[in-house]
């Protein structure tokens, strides 16, 4: 175990205590709002679905789902290497994002129980399913030898504050991209079952469903909010969430290949059909969204992608840090370039509904 993990260069705070991962402009983030706006919006425009989905939530249906199973109780020493390191960074990131929506659920709920507890109740019910996956990957992480402190990450971490409209696009596409990311790479899995590494795989199918139910909660919150989905501002943060959530998952993902190619998966393949499911279902909800399928989409992606890698190359390289910074710029302004272009695109106005 200890040479598996010293193939891994993984830094720790102490003995089997994961180092949490230097914050950038595409790793998980942890957010906070304004709690008083929150607590006074008026959901009566949309609270018979609200309510129905509180149901849901009560329902628990994954309530005894994340339980490990025999599977889990051997050595995981042949996965190493480089694969080692990226599957360590697969959970971690999905960790401090599950954690990250605990969190941030869990203080709404705190916040708004006196004053709007149909929300209070929903986002305390959240916080419970968001809790399990964080705690189910910190559990998987300690089978590879490392567990990130959730203590120290909630007191070390930098907090973003978005208004509550920004709050309901940004989790809104996370828990959507989030089931779509799950469930493709559960189906590749169910039908190549060698390539499945590891057990946890298993576990995504109802995982993801937790998912699609928190999108479908923001979903109806924004709905009871039309002024957040009406105007021409609304039209152009739709554009620019949508556009964020998916170069941030592209730029990460196409770093990481060697990842998605150790369960038998293309990592740019995988991409650009989460991509396009996540942009259909978001046109249940938002008045535009990006059109995926323009000819130059993925291939200002694809360059994008490929400045990233220089980038990273860069910064793992031995040079001074003014000499990186300098010689990332070009790449950096690549990447600017591409993503205004790409935000420029001429929207689409949502067809129909994903079934």
């Given amino acids: 175990m200890v040479d598996s993990l010293k193939k891994t260069s993984v830094e720790e705070l102490r003995p089997g205590i994961k180092a949490p991962a230097k914050d950038t402009i595409l790793t998980p983030r942890f957010y906070t709002t304004n709690f008083e706006e929150m607590a006074t919006m008026d959901i009566s425009a949309n609270e018979d679905e609200l309510l129905a989905i509180l149901e849901e939530f009560r329902a628990d249906y994954n309530r005894h789902h994340f339980v490990r199973t025999d599977e889990f109780q051997q050595s995981w020493d042949h996965i190493d290497g480089e694969t080692r390191r990226l599957f360590i960074e697969f959970l971690e990131r999905s960790c401090t994002a599950e954690f990250s929506g605990f969190l941030l659920y869990k203080e709404l709920s705190r916040k708004l129980k006196n004053r709007s507890p149909v929300l209070a109740e929903c986002f305390s019910l959240m916080s419970r399913d968001e809790a399990r996956h964080a705690g189910f990957l910190n559990k998987a992480m300690s089978d590879f030898g490392l567990q990130l402190d959730l203590g120290f ?95 941030t998952m ?97 929207p689409i106005q949502p067809q129909a509904s994903v079934h």
């Fill in 153 to 247: 990450l909630t007191e070390s971490k930098n907090y973003t504050y978005f208004a509550p409209k920004f709050i309901f696009y940004a989790t809104y596409l996370s828990e959507k991209i989030g089931y779509w990311r799950y469930i493709t790479i559960y189906r590749h899995l169910e039908s190549h079952p060698e390539n499945r590494i590891y057990p946890i795989f298993r576990f995504f199918e109802n995982w993801c469903q937790d998912e699609n139910r928190h999108g479908d909660f923001f979903d109806a919150i924004m709905k009871s909010q039309p002024q957040f989905l009406n105007d021409w501002k609304a039209r152009l943060w739709s554009r620019f969430f949508l556009l964020s959530v998916f170069a």
């Fill in 250 to 346: 592209y730029l990460n993902d196409i770093q990481r290949s060697e990842f998605y190619r150790a369960i038998g998966l293309d990592a740019r393949e995988y991409d650009i059909h989460v991509i396009r499911k996540t942009n259909e279902t978001a046109g249940r909800v938002f008045p535009v969204i990006l059109n995926v399928d323009h000819p130059v989409f993925f291939k200002l992606m694809d360059v994008s992608a490929a400045a990233n890698l220089k980038i990273a190359a860069i910064a793992n390289s031995s040079a001074p840090n003014w000499l990186k910074t300098l010689r990332k710029l070009p790449h950096m302004a690549s990447i600017a370039v591409n993503l205004l272009r790409l935000y420029l695109m001429k």
